[in-house]
Nanobody, 124 residues
């Protein structure tokens, strides 16, 4: 069973940056897709970005392109999300998710493995 642990959330002022990390363990050999999602209070969980572990293909939510960057370090089994020019509306709990697949899914229901989430709060 894949295990995911997120790090790096916190409080930041608008315009600032944060980098989230997600350490993956018990990852079986094969194609794996990893993604970031977020959920603000009273809202549905939404897609942020995803990356194919093998090959590095990426997908982003249109509204976040140019500000957020997803990447991974294969040697550390760690996924990252660099968030720049943060806005108060980026405030949410950010989740790391994974699925054994070669496709780039973007819907939360497509991912069976989830981390516990990390809170990101952007003050105005």
């Amino acid at each position: 069973q894949v295990q995911l642990v997120e790090y790096g959330g916190g409080l930041v002022q608008a315009g600032g940056s944060l980098r989230l990390s997600c350490e993956a363990s018990r990852v079986p050999f094969g194609n794996i897709l990893m993604g970031w999602f977020r959920q603000a209070p009273g809202k549905e969980r939404e897609f942020v970005a995803a990356i194919a572990w093998n090959g590095g293909r990426t997908e982003y939510a249109d509204s976040l392109k140019g500000r957020f960057t997803i990447s991974r370090d294969n040697t550390k089994n760690t996924l990252y999300l660099q968030m720049n020019s943060l806005k108060p509306e980026d405030t949410a709990v950010y989740f790391c998710a994974a699925r054994m697949t070669a496709h780039l899914y973007t819907t939360p229901t497509a991912f069976p493995y989830w981390g516990q989430g990390t809170q990101v709060t952007v003050s105005s």
